[in-house]
């Protein structure tokens, strides 16, 4: 084929080829998702990607308020609590019962202070995980407005063509 042809062509589908990029560019627009939900640890927000000091915040102010419910209750402490409670009230009658008091205190205390020491670097994984995800949005979105931005460039080039 020559390039006269080949022109020729194209000229005749210039409008048709237009049209199908401006549509193939608007269910892009519209299929974009305009807020994202996160759930880091017991954590849940929803985002828009441009939002990332108050996700932060929300995500501190999370785990703030629920401190006790996030470091102690858990179903090893559960099991050992609820052990505890029955072996105390045998205690009396056999001397496993008061063995079996003492240890599960003393997992009980171990799994407390365990606790204590480990609640401030999971938070500080939750944050940077958080701000992870929001650097990934934002490269997302960076990518995406990106990529669109070529479609005026292709347009441009179709039209001088």
Known sequence: MTIAIRKFGFQNTK??????VDNFDAKLQKAFPTQYNLHIDTWDGVSNG???????ESLKNHFENNKFQNMFVNTPNILAAILFIVSAGLAFVTLYSLIVTALT??????RVLQAIKAYPLRVQAAVDSLNACM????EFRRYF?????KKDELLSTVEFL
């Not at 441009?50 to 932060?56: G, L, P, R, W, Y």
């Not at 205190?105 to 171990?110: I, M």
């Open 15 to 20: 409008a048709w080829f237009k049209k199908a």
């Open 105 to 110: 205190a003393g997992f009980l205390v171990f």
């Open 135 to 138: 650097g990934e949005l934002a």
């Open 50 to 56: 441009n939002d990332q000091a108050e996700q932060v």
């Open 145 to 149: 407005d990106e990529k669109r931005a």
